[in-house]
């Protein structure tokens, strides 16, 4: 049996057990920045998501979310980037997926520029071309692709979730856009 072969469903908590959880320990997490690219690979834009947050504020975000117990970085991406983007986005993640920042999330706002009132967690960041058609799953409501300069406006917006136009400054340095 391959790791990719694991029944994942016994790795999901219930609401009490991921909260009891939230509360001692840090959250590992992953993030995907998702571009579209030339033919010489040079990102020519950037994928945002339209959500309503928990609190009902529609704003801008990045792909995102948990690493379930016994799986691999690249499985998560892979999952959460459908899940948002849809089966037929077309991910291309490398062999050995690097990320180009790791963000630290505190519930402690001023910590760091990322703050997440329910837990501390830890993310690893990726940018990650986009090939396929994408239509918004789940409870995304849109998805945006933006240019760089338009992605530089937009990270430095109130639209965006709290920490992820953070984040996505850090990926648009990564591309050598500020």
Not at 96 to 116: L, M, N
Not at 158 to 166: I, L, V
Request: contains cysteine; proline residues 8%; negative net charge.
């Amino acid at each position: 049996m391959s790791p990719l072969d694991l029944d994942r469903s016994e790795s999901w908590l219930t609401r009490e057990e991921l909260d009891n959880a939230r509360e001692r320990l840090p959250i590992l997490g992953v993030h995907a920045v998702p571009v579209r690219v030339d033919s010489t690979g040079a990102a020519e834009s950037v994928g945002l998501l339209l959500r309503a947050s928990d609190d009902g504020h529609i704003q801008r975000e990045l792909v995102g979310g948990r690493v379930l117990y016994h799986e691999r970085i690249r499985d998560a991406l892979l999952r959460h980037l459908e899940k948002d983007l849809g089966p037929m986005a077309l991910p291309r993640i490398p062999v050995s997926p690097q990320p180009f920042t790791v963000a630290e999330w505190f519930p402690t706002p001023g910590v760091t520029p990322f703050h997440d009132p329910r837990q501390h967690a830890v993310t690893l960041a990726f940018i990650v071309p986009i090939t396929g058609d994408c239509q918004p799953q789940q409870d995304a409501l849109d998805l945006a692709w933006l240019s760089r300069d338009e992605a530089l406006v937009m990270a430095c917006s109130t639209d965006m979730a709290p920490g992820h136009g953070a984040l996505l400054q850090q990926a648009l340095a990564h591309l050598g856009t500020l």
